[in-house]
């Protein structure tokens, strides 16, 4: 593993959205006592330039954003009331997914501890996603020259933010693999949907996965990969609805990082949901995607 982006997780959030921000210090914290990341290996991004957002987001958007001028109905919608501190957040989060993409470019694997903020759409928030860095870096990545982009999205709820900013555009291979009846009920088309029944395993989970990357790599041969790697597909999870263990949640990831590393290509990763009751059960399976993208990559 060469390298790991930090952000900054100071935000102005109400008690109730602050538990499932807190693992994010808390993921910082055990990756430093287990010397999983080196010290030199941490770099706190800065806030992201205007450009590199309105490629994958709406210019008028994105004003709403930068001035506060969110009505009752986008903040609901948004989950987040609107702040000065919220939007910087937002933006340092973006360019750590950017630079980790930048990263992975070059044939490495990098992993920003925020991030993976899938339902944010082209033009508005949603789901406690304001701005999308999956589309942002994927779009960035074009933008150097690169032609086939692959967005693997397993967190438990489906990507339709990304769906809907990244629509058909050949250039990119959205896949997105996520409970069926979960959030949210309007699932816009990605390149490749697999769409789980309630209670799906370890066994049951990891073949459907095995299966869409042998096709995926076969047939579109990317050149690059952003990794959602939510850890809400854990049975332990308030929101879930699956039921995978700690142990096939890590070889979910080990699946991937293995699949990139046989395609000689990079892969940047988001860290996505996580919302068992037991923080520590999440911070843990956080951890192992961190020990597997380092085994897989020495």
């Known amino acids: 593993m060469h390298t790991a982006y930090h952000s900054d997780y100071a935000h102005p959030l109400p008690l109730n959205h602050r538990f499932p921000m807190a693992k994010y210090d808390l993921l910082a914290g055990q990756l430093k ?13 800065g806030f992201i330039q205007h450009d590199f957002i309105c490629r994958a987001h709406h210019h008028a958007y994105i004003e ?25 957040r937002e933006k340092r989060i973006m360019e750590g997914t950017r630079l980790c993409g930048r990263r992975a470019a070059q044939g490495d694997v990098a992993l920003n501890i925020a991030g993976g903020t899938h339902h944010a759409c082209k033009a508005h928030a949603e789901g406690f996603c304001l701005l999308n860095d999956l589309a942002i870096s994927a779009y960035d990545l074009l933008s150097t020259g690169l032609e086939r982009i692959l967005i693997v999205d397993l967190d438990v709820h489906h990507g339709n933010g990304t769906a809907d900013i990244i629509g058909t555009d050949p250039r990119i291979f959205t896949f997105s693999m996520h409970g069926a ?15 789980l029944q309630d209670g799906t395993g370890d066994s049951e989970y990891l073949r459907l996965l095995g299966d869409a990357l042998d096709s995926i790599f076969t047939s579109f041969e990317p050149q690059v990969a952003l990794y959602q790697c939510g850890v809400d597909v854990l049975e332990s999870d308030k929101l879930g609805r699956l039921s995978m263990s700690v142990n096939g949640c890590a070889q ?18 988001a860290m996505g949901g996580g919302y068992s009751q037991d923080i520590s059960t999440i911070v843990k399976a956080h951890v192992n995607t961190f020990k597997v993208a380092r085994d897989v990559w020495t």
């Not at 006592?33 to 991004?45: L, N, R, T, Y």
């Not at 919608?77 to 910087?88: D, E, N, Q, T, Y």
């Not at 979910?252 to 990763?269: E, L, T």
């Open 33 to 45: 006592i287990e010397g999983i990341v080196e010290d030199s290996h941490w770099i706190q991004p």
């Open 64 to 88: 709403t954003l930068e001035s506060g001028t969110w009505s009752t109905q986008e903040e609901r919608r948004s989950g987040f009331p609107w702040s000065p501190k919220l939007i910087a």
């Open 181 to 195: 009846k979960n959030y949210p009920q309007k699932k816009p088309p990605s390149t490749l949907d697999i769409a």
């Open 252 to 269: 979910r990831d080990r699946m991937v990082f293995s699949a990139c590393k046989q395609a000689n290509i990079g892969v940047a990763c």
